[in-house]
Each structure stands twice: as structure tokens, then as C-alpha cells.
């Protein structure tokens, strides 16, 4: 188990409970499977005489609904007590596979429908929860986190109003921009990265991947990813290059400035495996392009990782660059929705979080640092140096 040493010198806060919004609930089920685990070999490594009330349950999940009335107003409604205990709900904002009727027409989900479920659940607590934390992986309106021209700062108000509501902890993955967590100075959010679960994923099924700095490149798509991209090469000790967008900022399309062209800053990428790494594919416009120009530079396997998987304008051109030998592998995690048919495809890969994010969990009901889940030098680390062993 993952920081036993760290939880066998504390004791929980409170009893964990998890309640899981319905656009979650497969993820929720595999980190309450591993979270069960987790206690069961603590309990058993410490030779516990007594156990506190709640640490070894069956199962952490608490049922959970947002019915809704036919003009599609609805409603959040807890199943048991929560009084008392340390609640985690969880949330992706992101489903909308999941549908609603108003009136008799049939609405897909969207973001704003999810949050204001999250709000009901949150009320639905009464605020008899001993505290409250939401799990929120693609953080709501995380996009739209500054502001530029007379515009609304809607990931701002969220946390704001969250905070407001009693919620003592955010988590959330990879945010757009960490900066947001400035509008909620007093509260809690932790912001953690999937990079040791891209690393794991490839190095288990990709053949013949060799991290060294002769085969190996990391390219950040712009200079939003610049973070992500050092941080990556510095820990496998490898170069990097860069792509900035040139945009047409005469036009406007769809809310935003075209992209004219990607120009490229760094070193040859010719005959190596170069990994794109960014938050989040929305159309994978830009990401495809991005591809596109390291084929022409003559690199050898493209992989794309991305915490996030949204695929906004479906996976048909995925699929036309991957015959053509342009992309090798597409990895995201399973923090959010996927399209069934993109889990088929030959050419993605999940990097499961299931067991990190129950370890996040366990650190936060322990209330001991977040410091040692958070980074992943060491793992990584350990890893390579199996690899190198093989």
C-alpha cells in the first residue's frame, strides 16, 4: 500500500464516506474497491486491537441522487446519515452521456447541469457532515480562468461559492491554470498530476520504449504545457522542444483567435519517439497539427498524452492520422467520460487513476501532509530504475 508508513502514525479525521454524482460513479467504484484494500492491509500490518468506528467498512460509498420533475427542475437527496463523517463527494463535469427530460424532450447533461447537481448534494448534507470535500478531476469552467476583455470569471465564482457552501477541500487534476485557487485563499485545493500513470501506461504496453535522451523527446503543443513538459524531461532526463501557436488575432471563430500556424522551438527530433503532453484534447485540432509537423521532422513513434480525453469533435480524425502512421498512441486517464468507442480504438490507452486517487483519499482523511502523495519523483524514479534492471 501506497505511504503506509505515513498513515499507520495518524488517525482518520472522521469515518469516510463517498458519495459519487451519477456521471462518476464507475471511477467512484474502483477507488472505493482499492480504498477497502488500502485499510484492510493497514489494519492488518498494525495489529489494530481497536479499530476506530467506520475505518474497516465494506464499503465507503454512500447512495446518492439528483431526481428531477418533469419541467427538468431537480433535486439532490442523501440516502443515509452523514452526520458526522468525512465526506468526499465526487463529480465529472464532463458526462453528457447522461440525459434528462423537460417537457418530454430529452437533454444531454452538460457542465452547468453537473455542478448545480453538485451544489444539491452539497445541500442535501445539511451541513451536518463533519467536513466536506469535493473530488472534482476536470475542474467546472477551469477554462475560463481570467479575464481579458468585459467577460465573466466563472471558474473564480465557482470555487468562490463552493467555499461559501461549507466545501473545506477541492481536488482536482492538472488544472488549466492552478492560479484559480487564488480566489479561495482560506480553502483548501490540491492539484495533482497523472505524470507517473502516463509513464507506467507506456512503458507497460508500448514494445521497445527506451527513455534516454537518444530515443526520447518531450513536446509541450504551447506554451500553456511548458510546466508540464519541463517537469517531465527533467525527470526522465531528456530534451525538449516547444510548439507557440501564431493566431490570427484580426478574427474571431468560435470565442477565440484562429491558430494560423505552429512554429517549433528546439532541437532535432529526427529518428526519436517524441511525447505531446498537455492537459486536455477538446477537437484535437491542434494536437493532430502539432503531430502532424514532427512527422514532417522526420520523428519516429508520435504519443499523445492528455489527462483529459474530451474529444469535442468526435474521433474520425484520430483515426485518419493513426493509418497514416502520424499518431502511435493516445493516452488519457479515466478521470472523466470517455466515448465507449474510444476505448476499442488500437491506438488509446488509459492510464487508470483509480488507485492514486484513493490514496489522495486516505492521505486527506488522515489529515497528515498531501506533500508525499502529491509528487511523483520517487516513483518515477523506482520505476526507471526497474526498467533498466529489465
Do not use: W
Not at 160 to 179: C, Q, W, Y
Not at 240 to 245: T, V
Not at 250 to 266: C, D, Q, R, Y
Request: charged fraction near 25%.
Amino acid at each position: 500500500m501506497p505511504n503506509i508508513e505515513l498513515l499507520e502514525r495518524s488517525m482518520p479525521l472522521a469515518p469516510i464516506r463517498i458519495a459519487a454524482l451519477a456521471g462518476c460513479r464507475e471511477l467512484a467504484e474502483e477507488v472505493d474497491h482499492k480504498l477497502v484494500k488500502f485499510r484492510k492491509e493497514l489494519i492488518a500490518k498494525k495489529q489494530l486491537s481497536i479499530i476506530p468506528r467506520g475505518y474497516n467498512a465494506k464499503s465507503f460509498l454512500v447512495e446518492c441522487e439528483c431526481p428531477r420533475f418533469g419541467t427538468g427542475e431537480g433535486k439532490g437527496y442523501i440516502k443515509e446519515s452523514v452526520r458526522g463523517v468525512d465526506l468526499f463527494i465526487m463529480v465529472d463535469i464532463t458526462n453528457y452521456s447522461l440525459t434528462y427530460s423537460v417537457c418530454g424532450h430529452e437533454n444531454h447533461m452538460s457542465p452547468d447541469n453537473h455542478y448545480q447537481d453538485l451544489k444539491r448534494i452539497i445541500a442535501a448534507a445539511t451541513g451536518k457532515a463533519h467536513r466536506i470535500n469535493v473530488i472534482m478531476p476536470f475542474l467546472y469552467e477551469g477554462r475560463q480562468h481570467r479575464r481579458s476583455k468585459r467577460e465573466s470569471l466563472d471558474c473564480a465564482l465557482m470555487l468562490k461559492e463552493l467555499s461559501d457552501m461549507g466545501v473545506a477541500n477541492i481536488i482536482t487534476f492538472d488544472a488549466h491554470d492552478p492560479r484559480v485557487q487564488n480566489s479561495i485563499p482560506l480553502s483548501g485545493f490540491d492539484n495533482f498530476f497523472p505524470t507517473y500513470q502516463f509513464l507506467k501506461a507506456m512503458l507497460k504496453n508500448v514494445p521497445d520504449f527506451k527513455v534516454d535522451n537518444d530515443h526520447l523527446m518531450i513536446i509541450s503543443p504551447d506554451e500553456g504545457a511548458m510546466s508540464r513538459a519541463v517537469y517531465f524531461s527533467n525527470i526522465l532526463g531528456v530534451d525538449m522542444g516547444m510548439f507557440y501557436k501564431r493566431r490570427d488575432y484580426s478574427t474571431i471563430v468560435n470565442g477565440k483567435n484562429p491558430i494560423v500556424a505552429h512554429e517549433f522551438l528546439g532541437d532535432s527530433v529526427e529518428g526519436k519517439d517524441v511525447i505531446i503532453i498537455d492537459d486536455m484534447i477538446s477537437s484535437g485540432e491542434s494536437m493532430l497539427d502539432v503531430a502532424k509537423q514532427l512527422k514532417n521532422r522526420n520523428a519516429n513513434r508520435v504519443f499523445v498524452c492528455t489527462t483529459y480525453g474530451l474529444f469535442t469533435d468526435g474521433l474520425k480524425k484520430f483515426d485518419e492520422y493513426y493509418e497514416k502512421g502520424i499518431i502511435d498512441r493516445v493516452i488519457t486517464t479515466n478521470l472523466n467520460y470517455r466515448p465507449p468507442e474510444l476505448l476499442d480504438k488500437p491506438y488509446y490507452l488509459e492510464a487508470n487513476m483509480s488507485k492514486y486517487l484513493a490514496s489522495i483519499i486516505d492521505i486527506i482523511n488522515h489529515d497528515v501532509s498531501v506533500e508525499k502523495v502529491r509528487s511523483s519523483n520517487e516513483k518515477i524514479m523506482n520505476l526507471m530504475k526497474k526498467v533498466n534492471k529489465e
